[in-house]
């Protein structure tokens, strides 16, 4: 007999079994990894007082809202600075238009003490 006639019958032979076999089931885990990125996204909407009429006295209350989207678990603090107007600082804030100036507080309580 010849020897590639031998391998080719064992080969068709083999194919034969394999396809009258049953099929089996196998599970398995399949690792799965991610790095995730610590963003923060900050929003905010305009803090307009309106009109103010000096010779009247009167404080004008307004509210504005400062809105944060951080990914979770990432801390974060908020802190807001002098602003653009001249000679202000965080403790004492200004609105500038010439040399003109309107002194204004930001609070973060009803009770305006924080």
Same mark, same amino acid.
């Given at each position: 007999?010849n020897n590639r006639f031998a391998k080719a019958m064992l080969?068709?032979?083999?194919?034969?079994?394999?396809?009258?076999?049953?099929?089996?089931?196998?599970?398995t885990n399949l690792a799965v990894s991610a790095n995730v990125?610590?963003?923060?996204?900050?929003?905010?909407?305009?803090?307009?007082?309106?009109?103010?009429?000096?010779?009247?006295?009167?404080?004008?209350?307004?509210?504005?809202?400062?809105?944060?989207?951080?990914?979770?678990?990432?801390? %974060?603090?908020?802190?807001?600075?002098?602003?653009?107007?001249?000679?202000?600082?965080v403790t004492s804030r200004l609105m500038t238009s010439g040399?003109?100036?309107?002194? %204004?507080?930001?609070?973060?309580?009803?009770? %305006?003490?924080?």
């Amino acid at each position: 007999m010849n020897n590639r006639f031998a391998k080719a019958m064992l080969l068709t032979a083999i194919v034969g079994f394999t396809g009258a076999a049953s099929a089996a089931t196998t599970t398995t885990n399949l690792a799965v990894s991610a790095n995730v990125l610590g963003t923060c996204a900050v929003s905010t909407t305009g803090l307009a007082f309106g009109t103010y009429d000096p010779n009247q006295g009167t404080d004008l209350n307004q509210t504005a809202t400062i809105s944060t989207n951080c990914t979770t678990g990432i801390p %974060y603090d908020i802190g807001l600075d002098a602003g653009m107007g001249a000679g202000a600082t965080v403790t004492s804030r200004l609105m500038t238009s010439g040399a003109n100036t309107l002194a %204004y507080g930001l609070y973060s309580d009803a009770a %305006y003490t924080t």
